[in-house]
């Protein structure tokens, strides 16, 4: 079990840029950055739980990278020996960004996002694999083709480095706009399928609704209706984000496909992603067929309906947001919970009962109301078992009682939740909402 006091990994490469194109020999650095390692150590809150787990929560991204031989940066999920496209892109960004114009975060931002292109050129269809990159899982979800283009473009907006735009980065982000362009068109252009035991994807058709077909949820579930709204929401501003980064390179094609796709998709979720609510308000479905049916819920895993502002995609006070809030943090919502310690998003991914801290992060970071923001903050904390740390899902009747021993998301998460809370005025970050479709 790894624990967030370990002493740092050392020997990440620096200097990536030069060494993916053969310029120069990279320079050591350490895994686990001075800077984050003095964050940690300098913050102090009357609170000892709270000064405990930001601490921990600071220190733990570090304890999960490994140092590539070929100058890349492996970001293992926790107590699951593989990376997944989209775990590693938050627990960089959520713990990093903030302080990505120190150099030893620079090298570590670049050295993910090369080995994320690599993963994008091995398979485009996998979200999970390997130290040697081979393939851990091949379950097509739509979100992890969108996190890596969000990450090197946030790196990018923070600090100008237009350097990490790599050739391999430019084929891996063309090979996400031809994956993307094939799945809407799944029945008739698309190859991929995934069986095995327990799961079989595709198993309901679809109508060609301008939206992108995707196999599984980001809790790795499969979908029972193949466009799933909150992946969809994320991959139009993906594809926003593409369009930006296609004018780095000049890229008037690339730039002009991703522009197409994105109105598609936008138009596709207005028009079939949209339903009635059980109270018969308009709110988003959570996955729907482009035929009529929708499956009206909410999971913790991220994208989800209820981080949908997060990324950009609405306002909070957009009628049919609020009113899809208002659904998601309901008992009319299948996968919402409460306890004594706390009350949020699980999913069908662990047993019933069981609140998630990621989807009580996404109640915190979508709300402007201050006293519902220190109440997650408080059932964050009340979710500590005792070693300081976020878990995958708890029992909100007895904290001790959880699933995911080791699990860096949540973790990293939180570090960039305390920032919005605290401000963290040296530290901008991009305006996701600069991203909204216009």
């Known amino acids: 079990m790894h624990r967030c006091f370990l002493s740092c990994v050392t020997a990440i490469l620096l200097g990536l840029t030069g060494a993916v194109a053969g310029r120069q020999p990279p320079k050591a650095l350490v895994t686990q950055p001075d800077v984050i390692v003095a964050a940690s150590k300098n ?233 009635a609510g059980p109270d018969g308000k308009r709110i988003y479905a959570y996955e729907v067929d482009g035929l009529g049916h929708a499956k009206r819920m909410d999971d913790a895993n991220i994208p989800n309906l209820l981080a949908a502002p997060y990324f950009g995609y609405v306002r909070t006070d957009d009628p049919v947001y609020r009113d899809t809030r208002s659904f998601v943090l309901s008992r009319a919502n299948p996968y919402f919970y409460s306890g004594k310690f706390a009350a949020g998003l699980g999913s069908p991914h662990t047993p019933p009962g069981m609140v998630w801290p990621l989807g009580l992060l996404a109640d915190g970071f979508t709300t402007d109301d201050p006293r519902r923001q220190q109440n997650v903050l408080t059932m964050l904390l009340a979710s500590d078992p005792g070693d300081h740390r976020l878990h995958e899902s708890f029992d909100p009747d007895d904290p001790k009682k959880l699933t995911r021993e080791d699990f860096g998301w949540p973790n990293a998460f939180f570090t960039e939740y305390m920032a919005k809370l605290q401000g963290a005025p040296d530290h901008p970050r991009p305006a996701t909402t600069g991203l909204r479709f216009k």
Request: net charge neutral; hydrophobic share 40%; charged share 20%.
């Open 43 to 275: 913050f102090h809150a009357a609170n000892p739980a709270l000064q405990a787990m930001v601490r921990s929560a600071l220190l733990n991204t570090g304890t999960q990278i490994v140092a590539a031989d070929d100058g890349t940066a492996y970001v293992k999920t926790g107590d699951i020996p593989a990376e997944w496209l989209r775990d590693s892109t938050v627990q960089v960004e959520a713990t990093y960004l903030d302080y990505a114009k120190d150099p030893q975060v620079r090298a570590l931002f670049k050295a993910v996002i090369q080995r994320q292109a690599k993963y994008l050129l091995a398979d485009p269809y996998a979200n999970a694999f390997r130290q040697n990159y081979t393939v851990w899982e091949r379950k097509f979800e739509l979100d992890s083709l969108c996190y890596p283009v969000l990450l090197a473009w946030k790196y990018y907006k923070v600090t100008g480095d237009a350097s990490v735009f790599t050739p391999e980065v430019r084929a891996a982000f063309r090979r996400v706009l031809d994956t993307m362009e094939t799945e809407q068109d799944h029945a008739g252009r698309s190859r991929y399928t995934f069986t095995s035991k327990t799961e079989h994807s595709g198993m309901h058709p679809v109508g060609r609704t301008g939206m992108i077909w995707t196999g599984f949820r980001p809790s790795d579930d499969l979908c029972t209706y193949n466009f799933l709204i909150p992946a969809e929401m994320m991959a139009v501003q993906a594809l926003s984000a593409m369009k930006e980064i296609a004018a780095v390179w000049h890229d008037a094609p690339m730039a002009t496909r991703a522009e197409a796709l994105r109105q598609a998709v936008h138009a596709g979720i207005q028009k079939y992603g949209i339903v």
